[in-house]
Protein backbone atom coordinates (compact mmCIF):
# COMPACT_ATOMS: atom_id res chain seq x y z
CA UNK A 1 0.00 0.00 0.00
CA UNK A 2 1.08 3.67 -0.87
CA UNK A 3 2.88 5.52 2.38
CA UNK A 4 3.20 9.45 3.28
CA UNK A 5 6.18 10.26 1.37
CA UNK A 6 8.35 12.72 2.81
CA UNK A 7 11.63 14.58 1.35
CA UNK A 8 14.30 15.10 1.84
CA UNK A 9 14.94 12.64 4.34
CA UNK A 10 17.91 14.52 5.70
CA UNK A 11 18.50 18.34 5.77
CA UNK A 12 21.64 20.25 7.08
CA UNK A 13 21.30 24.14 7.15
CA UNK A 14 23.44 26.44 8.41
CA UNK A 15 21.71 29.00 10.66
CA UNK A 16 19.41 32.14 9.14
CA UNK A 17 19.50 29.72 6.20
CA UNK A 18 16.46 28.83 4.32
CA UNK A 19 14.60 25.03 3.87
CA UNK A 20 11.68 23.27 2.02
CA UNK A 21 10.31 20.11 3.21
CA UNK A 22 7.96 18.60 0.96
CA UNK A 23 4.71 15.63 1.93
CA UNK A 24 2.86 13.77 -0.67
CA UNK A 25 0.37 12.41 0.94
CA UNK A 26 -1.61 8.88 0.63
CA UNK A 27 -3.71 8.80 -2.68
CA UNK A 28 -7.47 9.81 -1.86
CA UNK A 29 -6.49 11.37 1.10
CA UNK A 30 -7.40 14.99 1.11
CA UNK A 31 -6.15 16.36 4.80
CA UNK A 32 -2.32 17.55 5.62
CA UNK A 33 -0.75 17.87 8.56
CA UNK A 34 2.53 18.63 9.84
CA UNK A 35 4.23 17.78 13.18
CA UNK A 36 7.96 18.93 14.59
CA UNK A 37 9.37 16.24 17.03
CA UNK A 38 12.25 17.22 18.78
CA UNK A 39 14.63 14.76 20.81
CA UNK A 40 12.76 12.99 23.50
CA UNK A 41 9.47 14.89 23.06
CA UNK A 42 6.07 14.18 21.71
CA UNK A 43 5.77 15.51 18.12
CA UNK A 44 4.32 18.68 18.55
CA UNK A 45 1.34 19.88 15.76
CA UNK A 46 2.57 22.38 13.52
CA UNK A 47 -0.56 23.18 10.99
CA UNK A 48 -2.94 21.30 8.80
CA UNK A 49 -4.48 21.76 5.32
CA UNK A 50 -7.98 20.05 4.13
CA UNK A 51 -8.43 20.72 0.06
CA UNK A 52 -5.68 23.12 -0.13
CA UNK A 53 -7.14 25.20 2.53
CA UNK A 54 -4.94 25.73 6.03
CA UNK A 55 -7.80 23.79 8.35
CA UNK A 56 -5.90 24.46 11.70
CA UNK A 57 -2.59 26.18 13.18
CA UNK A 58 -0.79 25.06 16.26
CA UNK A 59 2.63 26.06 17.44
CA UNK A 60 4.35 26.88 14.21
CA UNK A 61 6.60 30.01 14.45
CA UNK A 62 5.96 33.16 12.39
CA UNK A 63 9.26 32.17 10.27
CA UNK A 64 7.26 28.89 8.95
CA UNK A 65 4.86 29.11 6.42
CA UNK A 66 2.82 26.47 4.49
CA UNK A 67 0.77 25.44 2.16
CA UNK A 68 -1.23 22.70 -0.06
CA UNK A 69 -1.14 22.64 -3.62
CA UNK A 70 -3.70 21.31 -6.16
CA UNK A 71 -2.33 17.76 -6.22
CA UNK A 72 -2.64 17.81 -2.46
CA UNK A 73 1.01 17.68 -1.81
CA UNK A 74 2.38 20.34 0.78
CA UNK A 75 5.01 22.12 1.33
CA UNK A 76 6.55 23.61 4.70
CA UNK A 77 8.68 25.89 4.31
CA UNK A 78 11.01 27.35 7.15
CA UNK A 79 13.39 30.79 7.19
CA UNK A 80 15.83 32.49 9.14
CA UNK A 81 16.65 29.14 10.66
CA UNK A 82 17.70 28.65 14.15
CA UNK A 83 19.68 26.05 16.10
CA UNK A 84 16.54 25.04 17.77
CA UNK A 85 14.72 24.55 14.19
CA UNK A 86 16.65 21.50 14.37
CA UNK A 87 14.10 18.50 14.72
CA UNK A 88 12.67 15.41 13.01
CA UNK A 89 9.20 16.77 10.97
CA UNK A 90 6.81 14.72 10.28
CA UNK A 91 4.51 14.76 7.88
CA UNK A 92 0.74 12.89 8.05
CA UNK A 93 -2.49 12.40 5.98
CA UNK A 94 -5.73 11.06 6.15
CA UNK A 95 -9.15 11.45 4.72
CA UNK A 96 -11.51 13.46 5.93
CA UNK A 97 -11.82 13.12 9.66
CA UNK A 98 -10.09 9.39 9.83
CA UNK A 99 -7.06 8.06 11.19
CA UNK A 100 -3.84 10.28 10.35
CA UNK A 101 -0.85 7.82 8.92
CA UNK A 102 3.11 9.51 9.12
CA UNK A 103 5.46 9.48 6.74
CA UNK A 104 9.24 8.80 7.39
CA UNK A 105 9.82 11.81 8.48
CA UNK A 106 12.88 15.02 7.69
CA UNK A 107 15.34 15.45 10.03
CA UNK A 108 16.74 18.91 9.79
CA UNK A 109 20.04 19.86 11.51
CA UNK A 110 21.17 23.58 11.74
CA UNK A 111 24.41 24.29 12.29
CA UNK B 1 -1.94 20.69 32.87
CA UNK B 2 -0.96 18.98 29.74
CA UNK B 3 -4.05 17.87 27.44
CA UNK B 4 -2.88 14.44 26.84
CA UNK B 5 -1.18 12.84 29.70
CA UNK B 6 0.55 9.61 29.80
CA UNK B 7 3.37 8.31 32.60
CA UNK B 8 6.71 8.72 31.08
CA UNK B 9 8.34 5.21 31.89
CA UNK B 10 10.08 3.26 31.59
CA UNK B 11 7.63 0.45 31.58
CA UNK B 12 9.64 -2.98 32.06
CA UNK B 13 7.56 -6.14 31.35
CA UNK B 14 8.81 -9.63 31.44
CA UNK B 15 8.60 -11.20 27.82
CA UNK B 16 5.36 -12.96 27.35
CA UNK B 17 3.62 -10.74 30.67
CA UNK B 18 1.03 -8.20 29.69
CA UNK B 19 1.56 -4.85 28.94
CA UNK B 20 -0.87 -1.73 30.31
CA UNK B 21 -0.13 1.80 29.06
CA UNK B 22 -2.99 4.40 30.47
CA UNK B 23 -3.95 7.60 29.45
CA UNK B 24 -5.49 10.75 30.76
CA UNK B 25 -6.76 13.69 28.53
CA UNK B 26 -8.74 17.13 29.68
CA UNK B 27 -11.29 17.38 26.85
CA UNK B 28 -14.46 15.98 27.15
CA UNK B 29 -15.08 16.83 23.71
CA UNK B 30 -12.62 14.23 22.48
CA UNK B 31 -13.90 12.01 19.89
CA UNK B 32 -11.26 9.78 18.37
CA UNK B 33 -8.69 8.31 20.28
CA UNK B 34 -5.32 6.62 18.88
CA UNK B 35 -2.16 4.61 20.07
CA UNK B 36 0.77 5.05 18.15
CA UNK B 37 4.42 3.10 18.41
CA UNK B 38 7.43 4.56 17.90
CA UNK B 39 10.46 3.45 17.26
CA UNK B 40 13.55 5.24 18.33
CA UNK B 41 14.26 7.82 14.88
CA UNK B 42 11.71 6.51 13.41
CA UNK B 43 8.28 7.89 12.57
CA UNK B 44 5.02 7.34 14.48
CA UNK B 45 2.64 3.80 13.19
CA UNK B 46 -0.65 3.69 14.27
CA UNK B 47 -1.79 0.50 16.07
CA UNK B 48 -4.96 1.17 17.47
CA UNK B 49 -7.77 3.72 17.46
CA UNK B 50 -11.42 3.83 19.39
CA UNK B 51 -14.16 6.12 19.13
CA UNK B 52 -16.58 4.64 21.13
CA UNK B 53 -16.51 3.22 25.11
CA UNK B 54 -15.79 -0.12 26.02
CA UNK B 55 -12.90 -2.36 24.31
CA UNK B 56 -11.29 -2.61 21.16
CA UNK B 57 -8.94 -5.50 20.41
CA UNK B 58 -6.66 -6.68 17.39
CA UNK B 59 -4.44 -9.63 17.64
CA UNK B 60 -2.39 -8.47 20.85
CA UNK B 61 -3.02 -5.12 21.45
CA UNK B 62 -6.68 -4.15 23.10
CA UNK B 63 -7.65 -0.81 23.34
CA UNK B 64 -9.83 0.82 26.42
CA UNK B 65 -11.91 3.83 26.31
CA UNK B 66 -13.83 5.33 29.12
CA UNK B 67 -15.02 8.53 28.42
CA UNK B 68 -16.68 9.07 31.46
CA UNK B 69 -13.49 8.95 33.45
CA UNK B 70 -11.65 10.80 30.03
CA UNK B 71 -9.48 7.30 30.31
CA UNK B 72 -7.84 5.42 27.76
CA UNK B 73 -5.80 1.91 27.78
CA UNK B 74 -3.62 -0.15 25.84
CA UNK B 75 -3.17 -3.53 26.83
CA UNK B 76 -0.76 -5.31 24.87
CA UNK B 77 -0.40 -9.30 25.75
CA UNK B 78 2.09 -12.06 25.07
CA UNK B 79 4.75 -8.72 24.81
CA UNK B 80 7.60 -9.86 22.60
CA UNK B 81 11.01 -7.70 22.67
CA UNK B 82 10.19 -6.54 19.32
CA UNK B 83 7.00 -4.28 21.42
CA UNK B 84 9.89 -2.43 23.17
CA UNK B 85 9.41 1.27 22.03
CA UNK B 86 7.47 4.66 22.69
CA UNK B 87 3.60 4.68 22.96
CA UNK B 88 2.26 7.42 21.53
CA UNK B 89 -1.66 8.29 23.23
CA UNK B 90 -3.24 10.74 20.68
CA UNK B 91 -6.72 12.60 20.85
CA UNK B 92 -8.76 14.59 18.58
CA UNK B 93 -11.68 17.19 19.56
CA UNK B 94 -14.17 18.31 17.72
CA UNK B 95 -13.80 18.31 13.98
CA UNK B 96 -11.34 15.64 13.73
CA UNK B 97 -8.56 17.62 12.94
CA UNK B 98 -5.51 18.55 15.26
CA UNK B 99 -3.95 15.51 16.90
CA UNK B 100 -2.66 16.36 21.01
CA UNK B 101 -0.48 13.47 21.51
CA UNK B 102 0.38 12.73 24.87
CA UNK B 103 4.54 12.59 26.17
CA UNK B 104 4.81 9.01 25.55
CA UNK B 105 5.45 6.08 27.96
CA UNK B 106 7.99 3.63 27.10
CA UNK B 107 8.13 0.39 27.12
CA UNK B 108 10.71 -2.29 27.74
CA UNK B 109 10.02 -6.02 27.36
CA UNK B 110 13.08 -8.00 29.00
CA UNK B 111 13.58 -11.29 27.23
Known amino acids: AAGVIQSPRHLIKEKRETATLKCYPI?????VYWYQQGPGQDPQFLIS???????DKGSIPDRFSAQQFSDYHSELNMSSLELGDSALYFC??????????FGPGTRLTVL | QKEVEQNSGPLSVPEGAIASLNCTYSDRGSQSFFWYRQYSGKSPELIMS????GDKEDGRFTAQLNKASQYVSLLIRDSQPSDSATYLCAVTGRGYQKVTFGTGTKLQVIP
Open chain 1, 49 to 55: FYEKMQS
Open chain 1, 27 to 31: PRHDT
Open chain 1, 92 to 101: ASSPRGGEQF
Open chain 2, 50 to 53: IYSN
